[in-house]
């Protein structure tokens, strides 16, 4: 998938996990409750719901885990959204803040995810907070840690078809995709449209 593909240290992706939450603490920390209360870019949820399912992990032990995968029936996505509804109503956004703030350095990974993808759990979400509210992304560079480890199979899971096109980041050194129609964007915006957060032009 990326024609400019490297294989960064697991030293190097852990330290930009930590500056990645540390740059998200800082930023909720600034918000206000009409904020906290912004539809995010996932469907059904605000900022402070986001900010649950970022915190879930630290706050959840794997017996709760799996029991409530259970009563989803191992639907991940609806467990996901049931328990970051049931949080955001027992939590206070404070008490969320305070989640992410203190787990910060916490060398949590999702399963089969590896130290990479806790870096894209991180920073994907952190777009679905920030873009609605016009908040600064993540550095070109860091997204590009999560860019450099698209596959096939992460385009599958968002519903994203790549076929004709080829991507050309325009602030980092970064390619996706061999086709021959070339589209040139920043990595935010390819990693938004990697995601399915935004759609990709028609051919």
């Known amino acids: 998938m ?20 540390s740059r998200l603490a800082d ?3 600034g918000l206000d409750h009409d904020q906290w209360s912004t539809p995010s ?6 900022v402070r719901e986001v900010v649950a ?5 630290y706050r959840y032990n794997v017996p709760r885990l799996l029991l409530g995968l259970a009563r989803s ?16 109503s027992a939590l206070s956004d404070t008490e969320l803040l305070e989640s992410l ?4 350095g916490t060398p949590w990974t999702p399963p089969g995810g590896g130290v990479v ?23 070109p560079e860091r997204i590009r840690l999560v860019l450099n480890n698209v596959t096939r199979k992460t385009l599958a899971y968002f519903g994203v078809e790549l076929t ?25 915006e390819m990693l938004m449209a990697m995601t399915g957060r935004v759609p990709l032009p028609d051919l």
């Open 41 to 46: 870019l996932c469907e059904g949820w605000q």
């Open 53 to 57: 399912h970022l915190t879930m992990a």
């Open 2 to 21: 990326n024609t400019h593909r490297d294989d960064p240290s697991n030293d190097l992706i852990r330290t930009e996990t930590i500056a990645e939450r």
């Open 101 to 104: 703030s203190n787990n910060i």
């Open 73 to 88: 029936g191992f639907r991940f996505n609806a467990y996901a959204d049931r328990a970051a509804q049931a949080d955001t």
């Open 27 to 29: 930023l909720l920390t």
């Open 117 to 139: 993808g806790a870096l894209s759990h991180d920073i994907i979400h952190g777009l679905d907070i920030t873009e609605p509210l016009g908040l600064p992304p993540s550095p």
């Open 164 to 188: 004709g096109r080829r991507l050309v980041a325009e602030d980092v050194d970064l390619e996706l995709g061999t086709g021959t129609h070339e589209m040139r964007m920043s990595a935010r």
